[in-house]
């Protein structure tokens, strides 16, 4: 199925991310969008932008496709117990939790084709940088493929990728919108407006982004050593970068959310199994 093929898709959880999804869909497509979510707020949210909203589960999975998981990973339980087991059957199913793992998800949802996704907030004007896992079906992954297109880069990445993913890419924007505003705060701390502090670093940031992915410099230490004047200010901005340990500790932030994406996987899935095996405790 191509996406030309594909009429309806449900986003469950039209949050931020699914709120996001729902908004480039609609504005790229004529797919019909069944968006959901507890919430009166984000069910007026995703119909202001076109979607059909409704806070039933089932019939939005029913009625599509393709089916996006956009509730936080410790809803995906409640979430479960909303959906039949049978209206999964058959569908293209793109988890965009974080941890989640893809056993778990098969575990959970019988007869459906799972990928598991990481996209960022970037989505929301379709510049996300996504990864995906794993090319398995041929049909499905073409047509998932082409859908995560919608919301901007898309790379097929072996599973054990998507938590170090999760840390760089999906967390990715809240690291940079920090350093950026400790940038800017700095300029104000040495005597320049906050407006035009802000403005400065982001006009930095696209630019320093077009040089490097555009191949002029072959490695970001190239880039900061025709920069640096001997004896000039960036090296004396480099010196208190390095003896804050700052470099360090962005690698460890990263590390570090990895390691809870890795978390938040073995924490669901416990709780997946436990549901799942209650279930046939009660059936047996
Ligand atoms: N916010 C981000 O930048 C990114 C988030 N993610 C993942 O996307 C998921 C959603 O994150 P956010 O959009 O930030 O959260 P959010 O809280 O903004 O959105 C989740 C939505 O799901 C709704 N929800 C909860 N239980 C539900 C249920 N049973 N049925 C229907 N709707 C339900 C909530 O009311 C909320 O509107 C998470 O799993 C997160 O790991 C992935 C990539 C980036
Ligand atoms: O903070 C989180 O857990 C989610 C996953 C990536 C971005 N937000």
Do not use: C
């Not at 393709?66 to 479960?80: N, S, T």
């Not at 300029?187 to 982004?209: I, Q």
């Not at 500790?249 to 997946?272: C, P």
């Amino acid at each position: 199925m191509t996406l030309e093929g594909l009429s309806s898709v449900a986003i469950l959880g039209a949050g931020k991310i699914g709120g996001a999804f729902v908004r480039q869909i609609l504005q790229k497509t004529g797919i019909r969008v069944y968006a959901t979510g507890r919430r009166v707020e984000t069910l007026r949210g995703a119909e202001s932008l076109g979607a059909v909203a409704t806070r039933d589960n089932d019939e939005a999975v029913r009625r599509s496709e393709l089916v996006v998981i956009a509730v936080k990973p410790y809803h995906f339980p409640q979430l479960l117990s909303e959906v039949k087991q049978e209206s999964w059957k058959g569908k293209i199913v793109v988890s965009l939790m974080a941890g989640v793992k893809l056993a778990t998800l098969r575990a959970a949802l019988h007869g459906a084709k799972v990928f598991r996704a990481m996209p960022n907030l970037n989505a929301y004007v379709g510049k996300s940088s996504t990864a995906v896992s794993e090319n398995l079906y041929d049909d499905a992954s073409r047509t998932v493929e082409e859908f995560l297109g919608l919301f901007g880069q898309v790379y097929w990445v072996p599973e054990e990728y998507l938590d170090v993913w999760t840390g760089l890419a999906g967390s990715g924007p809240a690291f940079i919108a920090e350093v950026l505003d400790a940038l800017a705060m700095g300029a104000v701390a040495a005597g320049m407006p906050r407006e035009l502090s802000y403005k400065a670093v982001l006009d930095v940031l696209e630019g320093t982004a077009i040089l490097l992915k555009n191949g002029f410099y072959q490695h970001p230490a190239m880039l900061r050593d025709d920069v640096t004047t001997p004896a000039g200010t960036t090296i004396r901005g480099l010196m208190v970068l390095e003896s804050g340990g700052v470099k360090a500790t962005l690698m460890k932030v990263i590390e570090a959310a990895a390691r809870r994406s890795r978390e938040i996987g073995n924490e669901i899935d416990s709780r997946i199994r436990e549901k799942i095996n209650s279930r046939i405790g009660h059936t047996a």
